[in-house]
């Protein structure tokens, strides 16, 4: 069955550092999103991402935090400049589409971050 | 205000009994779609169910079930025969709109964590 894959599946970096975290959506899927959750916290929405596009964001994906399809198939986010309060799971999600169709999102495993 | 709200934020059920999770929402879209996800203690997000609003039959998935009732707004997950291997957190989340651009970014509530008695 088709999934969602992140890598890595820990990342530790210090304050200041840019990170970048990857998925890679399944295949026949065009929308696709970032979520995070802060440990113990509820799943917030960062972003979502259609035809190579920024179709809408949340107010935490200001402007440290950047996302790019470089390729077919990986789908990127970037944290320029690594805060304390960034460290949380990070998720990947993608959905078929377009409207009318599978409406489901599937979730990557994610990325925990931890930024000392 | 919340729009998913959850409020067990722990539920404790024994092996084999049927357990039901609430989760009320709040939209005032017409269109508008509802989900539960599974997150056991390795992180994972496992997609269980989803229920359109203009679904007219409640959604049902091998032992999960949603019942979802529109004019209380609420979708309450049901799991039958509970096994031990349903310890988890419960996450109910709703897809609004896709209106002005949106792509239907989900909503999630806090969580309901499950634990299964022997």
């Known amino acids: 069955e088709p999934e969602v894959t992140q890598t890595p599946s820990h990342q530790v970096t210090q304050m200041g550092q840019e990170v970048i975290l990857r998925c890679v959506p399944i295949?026949?899927?065009?929308?696709f999103y970032w979520y995070r959750q802060i440990l113990g916290q509820k799943v917030e929405f960062l972003v979502s991402f259609y035809n190579n596009e920024i179709s809408e964001k949340s107010e935490i994906f200001d402007d440290q935090f950047s996302v790019e399809r470089p390729d077919g198939s990986n789908f990127t986010l970037k944290i320029r400049s690594t805060k304390l309060e960034d460290s949380a799971m990070y998720f990947c999600?993608?959905?078929?589409?377009?409207?009318?169709?599978?409406?489901?999102?599937?979730f990557g495993p994610g990325t925990r971050l931890t930024v000392l | 205000a919340q729009k998913i709200t959850q409020t067990q934020p722990g539920m404790f059920v024994q092996e084999k009994e049927a357990v039901t999770l609430d989760c009320t929402y709040d939209t005032s879209d017409q269109s508008y779609g509802l989900f539960w996800y599974k997150q056991p203690s390795s992180g994972e997000m496992i997609f269980l169910i989803y229920?359109?609003?203009?679904?007219?039959q409640n959604a049902t998935e091998g032992r999960y079930s949603l019942n979802f009732q529109k004019a209380r707004k609420s979708a309450n997950l049901v799991i039958s025969a509970s096994q031990l291997g349903d310890s988890a957190m419960y996450f109910c989340a709703m897809r609004e709109g896709f209106y002005g651009g949106s792509q239907g970014n989900l909503i999630f509530g806090k969580g309901t964590k499950l634990s299964v008695k022997p």
């Open positions: 229920q359109g609003s203009y679904d007219e």
């Open positions: 999600a993608s959905r078929q589409g377009p409207f009318g169709t599978s409406d489901t999102q599937y």
């Open positions: 295949s026949n899927h065009l929308y």
